[in-house]
């Protein structure tokens, strides 16, 4: 990007910084001339495009020497090693129907299920063995490996079939033998346990999807302040599921490219598949790799396959092979879909390379061109997506980078389709309206992420008290757009709620909505996360809008105590600000300022000790206090504070207690430091408002550290601490105080406080439906197992 934008003359970027809708036109014509003539544009297009140079191209002889290295770790005994080679390997295997070696690529796929097999990953090690089959229906090691998987697994009918299968399959004598020997074992076992075994079906039934039906009628209507947004003509009750939808286009983000599925956005299994003709996308099954890349996995069975098995294999055996190839092809319903990677995967690598938009823009632009326009115009979607594109209040650099993005974009996506790209401004001011559109509507796909300490719970049969010593976290790990999705618009304190399974989105109200009312979710900051300064910032930089929602047009409690002091009048709980809130003279939003700025509340209005929220109440709709008020005065009783030294202070606790964190420190951290910890905290809550989010923060990190230590009864009292302080912020039903509530009952339930843990584990479960509704087991990790905790719990009081 740096090395284009040195090529373009300054007076072409001053002019490009200051176009508008109306002269995109003009701009985009004099980029296009500008770059198409620059040999080093051209080259920088050569390098992104041209097969012979690209980085993601499939290499047997790589996918060879990667299989020898699995072979090497496997004989030394180091099976998880030998699963990442021969993953690699297949990642570099060339794998179209044109070029695949066929035994090369199911021999690997063994060597891999033997590793899992080691390793106990018997699901996996069954499914690789399959697909070695549907490969190489004949090659007796896959179906051995399988039947010992299933084996394992318990399924004994299928593993003493694919061992049957192996053996007649098998030419050594010696081979022979081996099977009949296993085979033996595993008859005799089955007879002595009855035939009692669990089918793989049997388990994924758990899994089965929960789906709630809703019949909630969506308009999209006109509004004063936000362009269109989302309404519903009838009243809507709490936790009402609103919307599903999948997305137009959707593209993994670069920090999970190698550990989540590049179509579902799910973590990749150990038996994670790779894109057919790259090396860039992996997939975590069959049905996410055919939606992305559009091609299918292996090949099927040709009529001379099956002469050959009827012919060589008993009628039973034969009948299996068949049942197993066309089960491992035919599991998913095959309906027609334009692959997602598909154009990208051309022998170059620019999507790897750009930008996530400026790919996701490609995607949507592919998928219009392959729904049959038959014209050749590529720039069709900027006109045919009705979304938002707010060009006129993108900043001049942003804009010069999207000129660029543009006509890099097209040429990328002309190799692939052999178009002409229309080398006219008209077109390239298309893509930019496209780019735009997705940087203003696409959304963040987000997972909640388990900690590592949960891990060491889920497995423990017991609770432990790391179970939840840390907040949940959410996660990006796709980009999306969504057609109805990005017709919602925002609010910082939103009466609905977006989650994702997998990538599909699904939009819950949070609180009765009455019908007509705006339905408004969070693009990220929220009320009680920041202060209305820093969320309009935030919106601003991001987005490009002036955040109008009903949080930002009155100030709260919230935005009067987050950042606060607290008065130094011991029994006033008036709230000392570092900057002042005034309404705009136009009736319109608050506007937030500095300390020139004065507060519009006359003396005798602050000397009535008014409550902070009561405060906040008439600074912005008593038209008639006159504000004489400097930050640094409480508002409430005016007294004042030095907050230049009061805020070095404050910085200087917060630091003492954050050493707490340092992972070095572990459960040995040392008694001098929580005893400067519990000093600091002290300190910040004698100079800070009580609800203030950092003395929050502090009482947080003090209960993890004493966690660690194994101060369980102090962790519950600065967790209780913290808590209370975020529902002043968020309110008592906002999911933050469901994931303060996890990490309480958890400390509780070990430290035998058994019943409060029950009503604080009935507190959250009350929330999480709210916001998740049965979906809440697939979202927050190690739910479950809260869950039976609390049932056995339950069961030994009663
Ligand atoms: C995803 S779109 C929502 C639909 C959009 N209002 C429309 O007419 O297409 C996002 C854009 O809507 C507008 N918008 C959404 N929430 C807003 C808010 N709270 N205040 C002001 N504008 C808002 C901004 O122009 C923003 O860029």
């Known amino acids: 990007m740096e090395t284009i934008k040195s090529l373009i003359p300054d007076d072409l970027k001053r002019k490009i910084g200051e176009s508008t809708l109306e002269t995109l036109t003009t701009s985009c014509s004099s980029i296009l001339d500008s770059l198409s003539t620059l040999p080093q544009f051209r080259r920088v297009i050569g390098d992104l495009t041209d097969p012979e140079l690209a980085l993601c191209r499939k290499s047997k002889e790589k996918a060879l020497d990667l299989k020898q290295q699995g072979n090497a770790s496997f004989s030394k005994g180091d099976y998880a090693e030998a699963l990442s080679f021969y993953s690699q390997a297949l990642r570099y295997a060339p794998m179209t129907e044109q070029v695949m070696d066929e035994s090369f690529v199911a021999t690997i796929y063994v060597n891999r ?31 051995y490996r399988r039947g010992m998987g299933n084996a394992s697994l318990k399924n004994y009918v299928t593993a003493i079939r694919d061992l049957e299968t192996s053996m007649s399959m098998e030419g050594s004598s010696s081979g022979k ?113 055919e939606q992305a890349g559009g091609r299918q996995f292996g090949r099927r069975l040709q009529n001379q396959d099956v002469y050959l098995l009827q012919k060589n294999l008993s009628p039973d055996i034969a009948k299996h092979v068949m049942e197993t ?121 987000v997972r909640m992420k388990a900690l590592d300490e949960c891990e060491a719970f889920n497995k423990s049969s017991r609770l432990s008290a790391t179970a939840f010593t840390s907040n949940l976290e959410q996660v990006q790990v796709g980009q999306a757009i969504y057609s109805t999705g990005s017709l919602f618009n925002h609010s910082c304190q939103p009466n609905i709620h977006a989650y994702f399974l997998s990538r599909t989105l699904h939009l819950r109200s949070t609180e009765f909505v009455p019908a007509w009312y705006p339905l408004e979710l969070s693009y990220g900051p929220q ?205 008592t039903s906002h999911i933050v105080i469901a994931h303060e509530l996890m990490k309480l009952a958890s400390i509780q339930l070990t430290s035998g406080g058994s019943s409060a843990a029950l009503c604080n584990i009935a507190r959250l479960e009350a929330i999480l439906s709210l916001y998740y509704g049965p979906h809440a087991t697939a979202i927050i990790p190690n739910l479950d197992a809260l869950r039976r905790e609390a049932d056995s719990l339950a069961a030994d009081i009663a």
């Open 113 to 143: 299920a033997s590793s899992m097999h080691k390793m106990g990953l018997l699901q996996e090690c069954v499914q690789d063995c399959s697909r070695a089959i549907v490969l190489s229906p004949v090659y007796a090691k896959a179906w």
């Open 177 to 289: 033998n081996k099977i009949k020997e296993e085979l033996s074992m595993i008859m005799s076992y089955f007879s002595s346990t009855n035939g009692i075994s669990s089918s793989l079906n049997d388990q994924l039934k758990n899994f089965a999807d929960i789906d709630e039906l809703h019949d909630t009628k969506l308009e999209c209507v006109a509004t004063p302040l936000k362009g269109r947004g989302m309404v519903s003509p009838n009243d809507i009750p709490p936790a009402s599921l609103l919307h599903s939808e999948e997305p137009l286009s959707a593209i993994v983000v670069k920090s999970c490219r190698e550990t989540h599925c590049h179509f579902c956005f799910n973590e990749v299994p150990a038996d994670v598949l790779f894109c057919l003709s790259c090396t860039i996308p992996i997939y975590c099954s069959q049905y996410c790799q």
């Open 325 to 445: 190839v066309l089960s491992s092809h035919g599991k998913y319903e095959v309906e027609y879909v334009i692959p997602e990677h598909g154009h990208e995967c051309g022998g170059a690598h620019w999507p790897a390379v750009l930008p996530t938009d400026v790919v996701l823009a490609g995607r949507v632009m592919a998928k219009f061109k392959e729904k049959g326009n038959s014209s050749g115009d590529i720039s069709m979607p900027g006109k045919t997506l009705d979304f938002a594109h707010n060009y006129n209040q993108i900043p001049p650099d942003s804009k010069l980078e999207l000129h660029i993005y543009a006509v890099v974009l097209s040429y990328c996506i002309q190799q692939y389709y052999a178009l002409d790209f229309p080398s006219v401004g008209h077109a390239a001011s298309q893509l930019i309206l496209l780019i735009s559109q997705i940087k203003v509507n696409s959304m963040a796909v």
């Open 527 to 731: 009320v009680g996360q920041q202060c209305l300064k820093e969320r309009k910032e935030l919106l601003k930089e991001r987005y490009s809008f002036n955040c109008q929602c009903r949080g930002c047009s009155e100030l709260t409690l919230s935005d009067l105590v987050i950042n606060a002091f607290r008065c130094p009048q011991p029994d006033c709980l008036g709230t000392v600000l570092e900057m002042v809130y005034h309404k705009d003279s136009k009736e319109g939003p608050v506007q937030v300022s500095g300390a020139s700025l004065r507060c519009k509340l006359s003396l005798p209005v602050l000397q009535q000790k008014k409550g902070v929220s009561e405060v906040a109440y008439m600074l912005l709709h008593e038209a008639n206090v006159i504000s004489h008020s400097d930050p640094g005065h409480c508002l409430s009783c005016g007294s004042y504070r030095d907050l230049d030294s009061l805020s070095t202070s404050s910085k200087a606790a917060m630091i003492a207690i954050e050493k707490l964190k340092d992972p070095k420190l572990s459960d040995k951290a040392p008694c001098s430091l929580m005893s400067d910890a519990l000093k600091s905290l002290s300190f910040l809550r004698s100079i800070r408002h009580p609800y203030s989010k950092i003395v929050a923060q502090a009482e947080d990190t003090i209960a993890e550290a004493c966690i660690k230590i194994g101060e369980l009864e102090h962790a519950v009292q600065h967790c209780k601490e913290s808590i209370k302080i975020l529902e002043k912020l968020y309110g």
